[in-house]
């Protein structure tokens, strides 16, 4: 399997200055083939015929005029760019990255008609966009354009750069990404060959239910409290203000920039860290490991709790638990987002109904099992998880389910505290 491995370095100001011309020239390549692709397409991929036509008949209208190929494009905006004038500087840079840049852009269209046409899944995949100078710049060089010589880095057209080593690579890169974010950081990004890992777990299986105040609470009782970005939070609000005032183009705009830049990456990682450090505990504690399907995207138009949810993560948790599920040979699942996971009982399988956010502790009235609100949520995704739930229609038979909010059952709500 592949596994990327990130190291930050710090350049020289000649190699800054060199990066920079290797940065622009990546982008301009990117911008000139996709100028050309769009003008091949003789469908405007936006157009009203293709808002008004199905997802069938808009995947044939977008794939009516075959796009170039890579070695076209090439050809178009790297090769014969380069003997005019208005592109000859494209020559003093290597050759590598620019030939990647028109691979990466047949990717991109290949991954969208390919979203467009239903045959991928997951989120939707947009058409791809012209790229900025200001923000995130990469380039990527593959093997020819880069060699590793001790403990620096040979990068062509570059010179050798020295990365901060914090661990060894466990296999020979088969390419490398020169990365400079937001906030002027320089990195570098290895794909590297991992074999999985055989070793045994403590426990067969966990369900976790993620939250807001307690961003995960496991089956087995144990929780993880979420982390606290109000200070650094506040701090770009400020920093967005005076952003908002300040005259495009300045110089003062640009230092704000770089500010907000640099709390938002804090910001990113701390997150990352927590995250990484509880998904290897939880991995590699237990076998099976069970999340919940979250519809993100809907939570998020919560206009009250949008900025919250968006800074836990849950996304990104789900995905180091299932890279890391697949290195250590864990199984990994998720369930349904329709399960009414915190409706039913974890131990007889009654199903209460639907319970307001504020009520985080419920007695069941058919076994008299007092719940807390998440982990019963979180003992019922781990059952749902390993095909091991209750017969909620059974139960229903037995007993019927009444209004939450009837007076006669305050007794069922034994903890009306907020969360």
Known sequence: MKARYQFRFYPTDQQQKLLAQL????????????????????????????????????GELTCSTKLPSNNDLQKLVITQAKKTNERSWLSDVSNIPLQQSVVDLGVAYKNFFDSLNGKRKGKKVGTPKFKKKIGRQSARFRIGGFS??????????IGNVKPIWSRQLPSAPSSVTVIKDCANRYFLSFVVDVEPIQSDAKNQSIGIDLGIKTFAVMSNEEKAISLDYSQQDRKIR????????????????????????KQHNEIADTRKDFLHKLSTKIVSENQTIVLEDLNVSGMVKNRKLARVISLQGWREFRVFCEAKSEKLNRDFRVINR??????????????WGKLDLK???????NCGTEHDRDENAAKNINKVGIGHCHDSKRAQRQSKTTSVASVSEASRITSPSGR
């Open 23 to 58: 940065f622009g020239c990546v982008r301009v390549v990117w911008n000139d083939a996709l100028t050309i692709c769009k003008q091949s397409v003789s469908v405007p991929l936006r157009g009203s015929k293709l808002r008004g036509a199905s997802r069938r008949e808009a």
């Open 148 to 157: 590793i010589k001790g403990d620096e880095i040979y990068l062509a057209r």
């Open 238 to 261: 400020k920093l967005q203000r005076k952003l908002a005032r300040q005259q495009k183009g300045s110089k003062r705009r640009e230092r704000t920039r770089i500010k907000i830049a």
């Open 338 to 351: 329709w399960e009414p996971t915190s409706q039913i009982c974890s131990c007889c399988g009654y199903r």
């Open 359 to 365: 009520v985080r502790t419920v007695q069941c009235l």
